[in-house]
């Protein structure tokens, strides 16, 4: 990566509106739709506005808003996105959570990748196909705001202490929008193993 958008407390975006060529994008975005296994997760008897997948590296496990997650094989498509975004980053990554924006009603609320398996200060490397959505960034204390146009087939990365202070979120729009794909690249760590004392 060659630019940085510096973000108040030491955190910074990267955002690159033409990562994967049109014609590449178009491409991918429709075999992700029609070969992906999506489902809707949900949390306290609501399900969240959004269909979802998970894939990992083997052993690697994510849990996030109480759901936990087992890791699933890497398509030849993912892993290619992977190997390109680990060449712009210089980071390397064992996951990738999708996510499926059907149309303006799905959306992301207000969060942060802090969990605490991400290590700290943590880079999330976004990916986005389909139709364009509003990338909102909140600080927590300031509540000062930064807005990106997400665009088809850009690459979006968070990096520094940004999930500490910041949140993000995908808001809904009541205007017509296509479906739009969101690949969003992290490295899990593995949890040590527990101890117990005979």
Same mark, same amino acid.
């Given at each position: !990566?060659?630019?940085?958008?510096p973000l108040? /407390?030491?955190?910074?975006?990267?955002?690159?509106?033409?990562?994967?060529?049109q *014609?590449?994008? /178009?491409?991918?975005?429709?075999?992700?739709? #029609? *070969?992906?296994?999506?489902?809707?997760?949900?949390?306290r008897?609501?399900?969240?506005?959004?269909?979802?997948?998970?894939?990992?590296d083997?052993?690697?496990?994510?849990?996030y808003?109480?759901?936990?997650h @087992?890791?699933?094989?890497?398509?030849e498509?993912?892993?290619?996105? %992977?190997?390109?975004?680990?060449?712009?980053? @210089?980071?390397?990554?064992?996951?990738?959570?999708?996510?499926?924006?059907?149309? $303006?009603r /799905?959306? !992301?609320?207000?969060h942060? /990748?802090?969990e605490?398996?991400?290590?700290?200060n943590?880079v999330?490397?976004?990916?986005?196909? $389909?139709?364009? %959505?509003?990338?909102?960034? =909140?600080?927590?204390?300031?509540?000062?705001?930064?807005? +990106?146009?997400?665009?088809?087939g #850009?690459?979006?990365? !968070?990096? $520094?202490?940004?999930?500490?202070?910041?949140?993000?979120?995908?808001?809904?729009?009541?205007?017509?929008?296509?479906p739009? +794909?969101?690949?969003?690249? %992290?490295? +899990?760590?593995?949890? =040590?193993?527990?101890?117990? =004392?005979?």
């Open positions: !990566m060659h630019s940085r958008i108040l /407390d030491d955190g910074w975006l990267h955002y690159e509106a033409s990562f994967i060529p *014609s590449e994008a /178009d491409g991918l975005f429709e075999v992700l739709r #029609s *070969s992906t296994s999506w489902y809707q997760e949900g949390s008897g609501r399900l969240f506005p959004r269909l979802v997948a998970w894939c990992a083997p052993t690697v496990v994510y849990t808003s109480g759901i936990t @087992e890791s699933s094989p890497w398509t498509e993912l892993l290619q996105i %992977r190997q390109q975004i680990e060449q712009a980053t @210089e980071v390397l990554f064992n996951s990738v959570l999708l996510n499926y924006y059907r149309d $303006g /799905d959306s !992301m609320g207000f942060a /990748d802090d605490p398996e991400l290590g700290q943590p999330i490397a976004s990916v986005s196909l $389909g139709a364009a %959505r509003r990338f909102v960034l =909140k600080h927590n204390r300031t509540g000062e705001k930064h807005e +990106i146009l997400l665009e088809h #850009s690459l979006l990365v !968070m990096g $520094g202490s940004c999930q500490h202070f910041w949140k993000h979120a995908i808001p809904k729009t009541a205007k017509p929008v296509r739009r +794909i969101n690949l969003t690249f %992290r490295h +899990i760590h593995s949890k =040590k193993p527990s101890t117990t =004392k005979t």
